[in-house]
């Protein structure tokens, strides 16, 4: 936004000097794109520009029925902006315009932000996905999970239950007149040039993560000269099946976190045997599931959640998806092995209670294109034997899946390596668990120029995990011709920062209220805010008191004289905890320095902070012994007395609060 206030008063000069200049022109949209309002997407940012893009259903039938992709576009502050910045999300089957656009403001895309000021950022949601026409979302799944969430059933009845889910998505899309064939890589791919014609651009620098990169690959070689430059992020090569794969790349990913963690002298001490109790935990699990209480914030509705063995694994699965993450995991399995779920308790829900994937755009796109293996082809040398086990399963259960789904193939092409002449940069991610770096090699092999980066403390996304990236990202984009500047690999982004006892206070009851906090859920707090007002009122009532009973006040017990001083003190510490712990948590939230850290506790440079809370307890045991000293000796008038002993009830409600919540002694780590 500088940039924008800067530029902003740059014309302005320019207006008073030379009064010839023209204003920024405004981009000629083709006649397949119609405007909507941004709040039909959920955006509320007015800087936005949204619509619809209309596309062939089947590009073979340019004149037949035409579909829709959503389309959020921020105009470039630059008057010549020919070209676009165009973000493509993954999946298949997840929505760009909900990952990219609601958070755009909150500085978590400095690349974004930074190209903004030279061209046009493109957001928009591919064919089938949450704000396209038609959306393919199977709320019959999300159903089934808040139905079965609290039950213990075996797993191949939940498998057999959740493709029963499936098939009647799959009924009803039909029904609705949906042709899932038209739902594939090679359409999507052709999607994109009908995209640029559209909006009315002359090229494309286009970033893709995860499934986006695989959507970019069969675009690079559809239609080629829709590219200026390409970045392919966690990258999906069109040559090598990701699904066949998972058992060995979830192997690798959980073998990394376990060698990274022993080799850290600090994880290593204080998370002992990682590898050991991780598996010790998942066969305890599946021997007898624990129960963990969960809460869906959308419906505000909590489930006693079954939690079994596998279920455990593939959560921690899913959270290595996430470089923020990271750092929590061995803390996370050590509390798991002593039965205490409190990050799962977190974050389990965001993953149980999605209502934005689209399954049915993810099992048209997949089962055409990569349920090509049968579970004799896994590779399952090296990899655990619980991992094994439970792949097999799920994978078996995803072909018989496709099998009913019933899609057109799309053929031996489609997994032909893509050969290409286009600027692209390629980065991975060490810990990824699902596109490793390998594969963002195997793709690279065949484009040229190609400029390969493997992020060593990232997961699967480089731009949402550091600035490194984005900084590297927008210098490529403005010279694709070249290879970015990666020094800041070497500065910023070696080594993950575990949390452990020496970096953070580990606290549960801390994380619990942290996530509160962040989730603006004040009702949690209504006790103490309530209590610290009251003490508060001490700094006005309390002198105008003293000056009327001054003379009576002389002959007053001690710890009478001194109760007025107790109350203001408690109430002045309890203002400045809570007010010092927002500040603070907005402070590491605005820095991105692992907010999902802050569900496990809070840094040691907050432990003074956390000694508030015994000093209001202290304080509230000598306000109630001074009142009850006024009482005994007949201090005070009546009145006071009466107010004096509220000022304490709110104290006592304070440190009541306080010791419930575990905050009596959360500054020892």
């Known amino acids: 936004m500088k940039l924008f206030f800067s530029l902003v008063s740059l014309l302005v000069g320019l207006i008073f000097l030379a009064p010839a200049v023209a204003a920024p022109r405004a981009q000629t949209r083709g006649a397949a794109f119609e405007n909507a309002p941004c709040a039909v997407f959920d955006i509320a940012d007015d800087e936005f520009e949204c619509g619809y893009v209309s596309v062939p259903e089947f590009h073979s039938q340019p004149d037949g029925k035409q579909i829709k992709l959503a389309v959020a576009i921020l105009p470039s502050d630059a ?5 676009a910045f165009v973000v493509a999300q993954g999946g298949p089957g997840g929505s760009t315009l909900d990952t990219f656009a609601k958070f755009f403001g909150d500085d978590y895309f400095p690349a974004l932000k930074t190209l903004r000021a030279e061209r046009d950022i493109v957001l928009y949601d591919q064919r089938g996905t949450l704000y396209a026409q038609p959306s393919l979302k199977c709320p019959e799944e999300l159903a089934l999970t808040l139905q079965t969430i609290d039950q ?18 799959r009924a009803r899309l039909l029904q609705e007149g949906v042709n899932l064939a038209a739902y594939n890589s090679i359409e999507n791919a052709l999607d994109v040039e009908d995209l640029r014609r559209a909006l009315g651009y002359e090229k494309f620098d286009f970033y893709g993560i995860s499934y986006g990169t695989l959507l970019a690959l069969h675009a690079m070689r559809e239609t080629p000269d829709t590219f200026r430059s390409v970045i392919l992020d966690a990258v ?36 002992p045997n990682l590898k050991q109790k991780f598996y010790a935990t998942v066969d305890a699990l599946n021997q007898r599931p624990a129960r963990v209480n969960i809460a869906d914030d959308d419906t505000g509705k909590t489930f006693d959640a079954v939690l079994d ?161 984005n900084k590297m990202i927008a210098e490529f984009t403005r010279a694709p011709s070249h290879a970015p500047d990666a020094q800041c690999i070497q500065t910023d982004a070696t080594r993950v920062n575990f949390l452990t006892p020496a970096t953070q206070l580990l606290k549960p009851e801390i994380g619990a209220l942290n996530y509160a906090l962040l989730q603006g859920k004040i009702q949690a707090f209504v ?101 009850g000293a006024g009482w005994a000796r007949g201090n005070w008038t009546r009145a006071q007395r009466v107010y004096y002993s509220s000022l304490a009830v709110a104290a006592l409600s304070m ?7 575990g905050l009596l002694f959360a500054f020892v780590n």
């Open 152 to 169: 213990l059933i075996a797993p191949d009845e939940m498998l057999r239950r959740e493709e029963q889910a499936a098939l009647a998505c």
């Open 309 to 469: 063995g596998d279920t455990y694994m593939n959560l921690l699965f899913q959270l290595i998806y996430t470089s923020e993450a990271l750092p929590t995991l061995p803390k996370m399995i050590d509390d798991a092995r002593g039965g205490r779920f409190d990050l799962l308790r977190v974050y389990w829900p965001l993953i149980a209670f999605d209502r934005v994937f689209t399954s049915g755009m993810y099992y048209s796109v997949m089962c055409a294109e990569d349920a090509d293996f049968t579970v004799n082809d896994l590779a399952l040398d090296g990899v655990d034997a619980r991992i094994a086990a439970a792949q097999k399963r799920d994978l078996a259960a995803f072909l018989r899946l496709c099998e009913k789904w019933d899609v057109p193939q799309l053929g031996a092409r489609a997994d032909e390596p893509v050969r290409a002449n286009i600027p692209t940069l390629v980065l991975s991610g060490a810990f990824d668990p699902i596109t490793p770096p390998t594969y963002g090699q195997a793709a690279a092999d065949t484009i040229a120029p190609s400029y390969v980066f493997v992020f060593p403390a990232y997961a699967h996304g480089a731009l949402t995990s550091g600035n490194c990236p």
């Open 79 to 83: 008057s010549d902006a020919r070209d």
């Open 527 to 627: 006790v103490p805010l309530l209590a610290t007002c009251a003490l508060l009122t001490v700094f006005l009532i309390g002198p105008l008191l003293w000056w009327r009973t001054r003379r009576a006040a002389s002959a007053s017990h001690w710890l009478a004289r001194l109760a007025p001083w107790f109350a203001a003190f408690a109430g002045a510490a309890s203002a400045l905890f809570f007010l010092a712990w927002l500040i603070a948590l907005v402070i590491l939230a605005l820095r991105n320095e692992n907010v999902i850290g802050l569900a496990l506790g809070a840094p040691n440079a907050l432990a003074p902070l956390f000694a508030l809370p015994l000093l209001v307890a202290v304080s509230a045991l000598a306000l109630s012994f001074g009142v």
């Open 236 to 271: 999906v090569p069109a040559q090598i099946n990701p699904n066949s794969n998972v058992p060995q790349t979830m192997n690798r990913a959980f073998e990394e976190l376990f060698a990274r963690c022993a080799q850290d002298a600090a994880c290593a001490r204080a998370f």
């Open 655 to 661: 440190t009541a609060w306080f010791a419930w919540h």
